[in-house]
């Protein structure tokens, strides 16, 4: 096993002693969340500013059968993959077609236009006050009432999750993904569909964030009507980055930054944002890899010294 | 028989026609060349082969199949691949993944390709390193591709296109930018794929043509103005002016 899997592994056991069992949820639930973001930012090369439009479509649908209806969990669970993934197939049906500043611009409106459907089909949606009394029910006995439960249950879906995506962004499509980003006209020219295999990814990419926005509805027991606004979208985008987009395990360091930011510096300090907006610009000015990348650096750098002094002695 | 033929192929691009009616018959096994001067209409007439440009009219038939206006990403699965006159590969991917991708395009089947891992398919890393091997890269397999020099990266642009197993090869002058040296070695290399594939092939070098070629085409502002053996071309008066004529002299 990797030295990274067992560092995934000593999180997920260490975390909820260190914070509150709903962030320690929230960490993972935000890193399922960017994992699906990082195939299209960081493999595919397409920077989508409207994922929570899949990630709140699902956290609705699901959200409002587990309330009228009391469906079972992994009913919840499959259901709500299954919106992100076809609202991700319609958005991503409209987008793929488009490139640069287009792109972003579209992904960004359709968002706003899921946005505006939740703001006023308020008889379903709740509209500004949200979708609440979201339940979270008891499955082969044991209550996910109990905040222990329900985190043990959120981060053993987020290591399934690490794993699929492991999979895929080491097989063929892997690859392809990352030659279309790199070149697609030569992409194209050795075979690939690049719309096609670009729409893939986003079906992929909101499967996942399919996943993420019904766990989240679970986990506070309602869907917010931020859940589907830009501000979420961005959210997810700016972690991604500050953990690194150019690795599989990087959105997973985002989330631990930005929710370990916004949860417990919050607190304390209302202008937080701020913070954030420091840790970005040193992202962006110095490690354009993320933390990933400035771990990495670290430890390239004392090799290195290492290196020399022993040369030295 | 011609692999690949054209009939009265033309594109314009708004009031310039790049490509004027232009027929061609490109014989199975042979290496056919493409000769004019800068902007005579050869590259528009390669992306008008593979499918990145679509006729404003006239026919494309490659093996007895009508190809005219079908996509990229289509004409490549039939078995055309061709390299680039400018450097157009995957930079950020090592050289391996580079020539990977494109033997994998060309498997027919695409079962387990979002699962399976991709070190799993040998026999798809085997035409990779193939493909390498057969323009001396094989040493580099694991560097990117932007590391490389731009001689190297002129043999990589021809690896990626080996690496399809073509029925068909378009080769967009290879040796576009090398030096003297470098030039050389593309052209004895150009010359070691000669029988193994068939292969058309772009250059506005005549030294470079003429040694290697079995049929040469010559364009003038988009239309064919000669066809024949190396040594009828270069014996024939209109090719003389149109290369003497003041348009281009290498
Ligand atoms: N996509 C395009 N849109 C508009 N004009 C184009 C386009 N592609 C090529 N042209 C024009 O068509 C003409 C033929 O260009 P082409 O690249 O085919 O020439 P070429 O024979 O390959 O020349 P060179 O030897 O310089 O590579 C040129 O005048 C060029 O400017
Ligand atoms: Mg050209």
């Not at chain 1, 997973?252 to 937080?272: D, K, M, N, Q, T």
């Not at chain 2, 594109?11 to 042979?30: I, M, P, R, Y």
Request: with cysteine; hydrophobic share 50%; aromatic share 12%.
């Amino acid at each position: 096993m990797s030295r990274a899997w067992l560092a995934v592994f000593a999180a997920v056991i260490l975390l909820p002693l260190a914070v509150r069992h709903a962030i320690a949820s929230e960490i993972w639930i935000f890193a399922i969340f960017g994992l699906g973001l990082n195939l299209l930012l960081g493999y595919t090369g397409l920077l989508s500013f409207g994922q929570s439009t899949f990630f709140g479509s699902a956290g609705y649908v699901s959200g409002y059968l587990l309330k009228h209806y009391g469906i079972n969990v992994f009913a919840a669970l499959g259901i709500g993959v299954l919106v992100g993934a076809v609202s991700a197939a319609l958005v991503g049906y409209l987008c793929v077609q488009r490139s640069g500043l287009y792109f972003i611009m579209l992904t960004f409106a359709l968002n706003q236009m899921f946005y505006f459907i939740a703001y006023q089909w308020t008889t379903v949606t709740g509209g500004e006050d949200g979708m609440p009394g979201i339940g979270r029910p008891v499955l082969l006995g044991v209550d996910f009432r109990q905040p222990l439960a329900y985190y043990i249950f959120v981060a053993l879906l987020f290591l399934v999750s690490l794993w699929v995506m492991k999979r895929i962004v080491e097989s063929p499509l892997g690859k392809i993904l990352q030659a279309i980003r790199e070149n697609e006209v030569r992409a194209q020219a050795v075979g690939y569909d690049g719309a096609r295999l670009k729409l893939l990814a986003f079906v992929i990419g909101g499967a996942f964030s399919g996943l993420a926005g019904v766990l989240y509805a679970m986990l506070f027991g309602i869907v917010p009507l931020e859940a589907i606004g830009f501000v979420f979208s961005g959210n997810v985008v700016f972690a991604t980055l500050i953990g690194g987009s150019g690795s599989l395990y990087g959105p997973i360091v985002g989330s631990f930054v930005f929710i370990w930011l916004s949860e417990s510096v919050s607190v304390v300090w209302a202008r937080w944002p701020l913070l954030l907006g420091v840790a970005f610009v040193i992202v962006v000015i110095f490690f354009r890899g993320g933390c990933v990348e400035a771990w990495a650096r670290f430890w390239s750098w004392r090799e290195r010294r290492r290196m020399a002094t022993r040369l030295a002695s | 028989m011609a692999l690949l033929r054209t009939e009265n192929v033309t594109k314009a691009f708004g009031a310039l026609t790049a490509v004027n009616g232009v027929s061609l018959e490109v014989e199975a096994g042979s290496l056919h060349s493409i000769i004019g001067p800068n902007g005579a209409g050869k590259t528009t007439l390669f992306n008008l082969f593979t499918g990145q440009l679509t006729p404003t009219s006239g026919r494309i038939v490659f093996d007895g199949r009508d190809i005219t206006g079908t996509p990229s990403h289509r004409v490549a699965h039939l078995g055309i691949a061709r390299s680039f006159q400018r450097t157009n590969v995957f930079p950020a991917l090592s050289l391996l993944d580079n020539v990977w991708i494109a033997a994998f395009a060309r498997r027919g089947s695409w079962r387990g390709f979002a699962w399976r891992r991709a070190d799993r398919y040998p026999e798809v890393t085997e035409r990779a390193l193939a493909a390498l091997r057969d323009v001396g890269l094989q040493d580099r397999a694991n560097q990117l591709a932007r590391e490389i020099s731009h001689g190297e990266q002129r043999q990589l642009e021809l690896a990626i296109a080996l690496a399809a197993a073509p029925r068909l090869l378009l080769l967009d002058e290879p040796a576009a930018g090398l030096s003297p040296d470098e030039t050389q070695r593309m052209v004895a290399l150009v010359r070691g794929l000669k029988g193994r594939y068939t292969i058309v092939l772009i250059e506005h070098k005549m030294d470079i043509i003429m040694g290697v070629s079995d049929r040469v085409s010559v364009m003038h502002f988009g239309s064919l103005i000669a066809e024949g053996t190396p040594a009828e071309i270069q014996r024939n008066a209109d090719v003389q002016r149109a290369y003497l004529g003041g348009v281009v002299v290498e």
